[in-house]
């Protein structure tokens, strides 16, 4: 899918955040293996979620979905496959989660995902489910999926995980069902916290004082609904402060993001339940340690290119190792576009103000890639092309449909 843009001035509206994509994930997967029937309001449905459902159904979970609520019938630990692979698509998140669940299948199941996740190397992921007690190897060299599930020997006991966030809640999961107690000595962040919380709702409580003390405990079938997360609206308030533009989100959780414009020197009002975000707006330069939102980069390049001085983005492991590599995507994407900006080491530094001008760009397979770079066009002279925009569908729900009613021009081909 190909998407044709231009600048845009004078956006108004208002936009409501989308519900969660982890916090949709977890839910289901924490449902997979429970006792009973859960209930998920507001799930998320977009591609890196939806590709959950038929898998699960793979290892033996019914799940009936509407647009408003999906219900699952769990295991209870007890996952019967009737085929011998799952497919996570693009979503390592998804890939994870499958993983955990197989490995309590009682026979060999492969864990897959499409051309662009079977490329990336996953090895944090690889020896943490090993480190818990799965059995599982990498069909390559590359430590990449396909992953190949052969049971689990959950022996309990304290286990140190150093492992980014991301994976972390995926491997509780099989430690429920350890022949003992689990310590896991981990560092946690934000999906953590949502997933020891969804937990909480299968009536498990764990311990986190000086790590994780996960008790051997069957899951109760729970009801959620899934809370919006205001991160997802990054793209629009990074184009409005960076535009004569002012969006009101509706909604009193700011998220992550917004305090790391406030970094830029950048600024939001609160108005009772909503938060107003408007621009033009001049960012101040800054240096900034990305390793813990990589979801973010692409943004805060866009960001810093409107500087008056020389910003400065490290820590850049992570974001190399998402959908595609986001650094060396938004490096070339932007330089091609008349940014003054350049690797080094690992870092990236960004000389601004610069005059972005139009021109065709490619986000590989990756959402957020794909909306910053769109919201560069939006920001840039002349006209943007942004090809494989296809790739928005991986997390934004209606990311298209919002920006038109904001009042963006665009054509989709």
Known sequence: ????????????????????????????????????????????????????????????????RTPRKWTVWGTAGKPMPTAGAVDAKGSATSLSLLCSISALAGKTVVVTGNPSLRSRPLPELLRGLQRVGVSVLSSKETDSPPFVIMGARLRGGRVKLNMPDKYLPSLILPCLFGERNYHLQVKGGRRLEMALKLLAAGSVKIASDGGLRIPREVPKGFRTTVPPDPDLLAPFSTLAVLSDSKILIRGEEEG?????????????????????????????????????????????????????????????????KAKTDRVSTMVKSLRKMGARIKEDSNRVIIRGPSVLRGCTVDPGEDPCTAAALAVAGLLAEGQTIIENAQALRLTYPAFLASLRRLGVELTVG
């Open 1 to 64: 899918m190909r998407v044709v843009l231009g600048r845009s001035e004078g956006l108004r509206g208002e936009i409501t955040p989308w519900p969660s994509k982890f916090f949709t994930q977890f839910s289901v997967a924490l449902a997979a293996l429970g006792e009973g029937r859960s209930e998920i309001g507001s799930p998320l449905a977009v591609e890196d979620t939806l590709c959950l459902l038929p898998s699960l159904k793979k290892l033996g979970v019914e799940v009936k």
């Open 256 to 320: 992550i993001f917004l305090s790391l414009l406030r970094r830029f020197g950048l600024k939001e009002r609160k108005r009772g339940k909503t938060i107003l975000i408007e621009g033009p707006q001049p960012p101040t330069p800054t240096k900034l340690d990305v390793s813990g939102f990589p979801e973010f980069f692409p943004l805060l390049c866009v960001t810093a290119c409107f500087a008056k001085g020389t910003s400065v983005l490290f820590g850049l492991s992570p974001a190399r």
